[in-house]
């Protein structure tokens, strides 16, 4: 019998690839692929449409925090924080998906300087990274236009970053940033933005409905 992760796990039994794999999500091999349904017994029985309101959005809200890979809490203040903003912007969600993109780890992972959001984190967790010439190990720290983000000496010769310049070869970088493949670093020459037609369906909508409850 085929072993499921965890993860993949999540993406089935939310109906979207979330990309929570890296990688493997974008070969055959995903089990979202093969298995496009929620997993269990009874799984393909299961009517969609008999969702209640508060499932639906529970469902919205659990799409867009395992794509951007953050916990619970971190993911509530980001929501909390721009929900103040309604009636001051037009469009409260533009505010949402700008400072998820901000992000250190999503930055690090938007570079390809990681496979995944989750190496990205744990990268930036164990001191790979300077951020304007400082030591960073904090994941949801924001970046901003004209920062700049580079790998410390000493974790040069480790070898996940040896095979980065391999990694980043065909690299095809967001507008917003400037990815020096020789020398390894990132410059955001823009603020961050976010292209809605890569992400998966999410309605975004019915997570601020989730919050304001």
Known sequence: MVTISEKCKKCRALGQKLFLKGDKCFSPKCPMVKRP???????????????????????????????????????????????????KVEDVSILLFQSLESRLDNVIYRANFASSRRQARQLVTH???LLNGKPVNKPAIKVKKGDKISIRENKKNKQIIK???????????????????????????????????????????????????
Request: without cysteine.
């Open 37 to 87: 349904y929620p997993p269990g017994q009874h799984s393909r029985k299961r009517s969609v449409g008999s969702q209640s309101e508060y499932k639906q959005e529970l469902s919205e809200k659990q799409k867009l925090r395992l794509y951007y890979q953050i916990g619970e809490r971190q993911f509530y203040d980001e929501v909390k924080k721009v929900l103040k903003m309604r009636g």
């Open 127 to 129: 001191g790979y990274f």
């Open 163 to 213: 095979n980065l310049q391999l990694r980043i070869k065909n690299l095809n970088p967001p507008s917003w940033m400037k990815v020096d493949k020789d020398n390894l670093t990132i410059e955001i020459v823009d603020n961050p933005q976010v292209d809605l037609q890569s992400l998966p369906p999410i309605n975004v909508s019915l997570i601020f409905e989730f919050y304001s409850r």
